[in-house]
T-cell receptor
Framework: EAQVTQNPRYLITVTGKKLTVTCSQNMNHEYMSWYRQDPGLGLRQIYYSMNVEVTDKGDVPEGYKVSRKEKRNFPLILESPSPNQTSLYFC?????????????FGPGTRLTVL | AQSVTQLGSHVSVSEGALVLLRCNYSSSVPPYLFWYVQYPNQGLQLLLKYTTGATLVKGINGFEAEFKKSETSFHLTKPSAHMSDAAEYFCAVSLSNSGGSNYKLTFGKGTLLTVNP
């Protein structure tokens, strides 16, 4: 089954404790991205990756890092989490199709930073 | 640059009534337009998309949307609401000529649809 998986699904942590949210896709897509969803703000892109070893900032990259060492994996790293990073995070993988790309979203990771 | 405005953060309809969720966009180039649905505690699922060609687009679960360039709109409709349609709906836009650059989706802030029995 084609899917995007994220782990963990729920995480409660404390300020300053480094954490990583994993994302994996089994569709061999080159393009992947991370979004955060906050009430009343919709989804905002954090980082994206065009391919292995190619990453760039989205709209709200501050406080986040990413890496893309393999095509299937795109982890999101919070080196020193702060309470304003409490949010719902989605990883997405993009299928390139003629006439418009389609993004497939993971189930989300709900992060609480105390 | 592109942007999306969804009119109404919360829409409430009765079961069997027409569903109309409004979306207006701004884009400097011909846009690709999308509607996504998010059920409680789930990720986003693509409902339908407009890229080129026919301006009336049909999606899953009986939803459809019409691209109106003159009005810069892409409103989502469904003739008869079901209880199972209760969810949050997001309109999104991406650039059609992004080439090798970011294929970012720019999302609206979402509209929560409530269906009353």
């Amino acid at each position: 089954e084609a899917q995007v998986t994220q782990n963990p699904r729920y995480l409660i942590t404390v300020t300053g404790k480094k954490l990583t949210v994993t994302c994996s896709q089994n569709m061999n897509h080159e393009y992947m991205s991370w979004y955060r969803q906050d009430p009343g703000l919709g989804l905002r892109q954090i980082y994206y990756s065009m391919n292995v070893e190619v990453t760039d900032k989205g709209d709200v990259p501050e406080g986040y890092k990413v890496s893309r060492k393999e095509k299937r994996n795109f982890p999101l790293i919070l080196e020193s989490p702060s309470p304003n990073q409490t949010s719902l995070y989605f990883c997405a993988s993009t299928r390139r199709v003629a006439g418009g790309d389609e993004q497939f979203f993971g189930p989300g990771t709900r992060l609480t930073v105390l | 640059a592109q942007s999306v405005t969804q009119l109404g953060s919360h829409v409430s309809v009765s079961e069997g009534a027409l569903v109309l969720l409004r979306c207006n966009y701004s884009s400097s180039v011909p846009p690709y337009l999308f509607w996504y649905v998010q059920y409680p505690n789930q990720g986003l699922q693509l409902l339908l998309k407009y890229t080129t060609g026919a301006t009336l687009v049909k999606g899953i679960n009986g939803f459809e949307a019409e691209f109106k360039k003159s009005e810069t709109s892409f409103h989502l409709t469904k003739p008869s609401a079901h209880m199972s349609d209760a969810a949050e709906y997001f309109c999104a836009v991406s650039l059609s000529n992004s080439g090798g650059s970011n294929y970012k989706l720019t999302f609206g802030k979402g509209t929560l649809l409530t269906v009353n029995p």
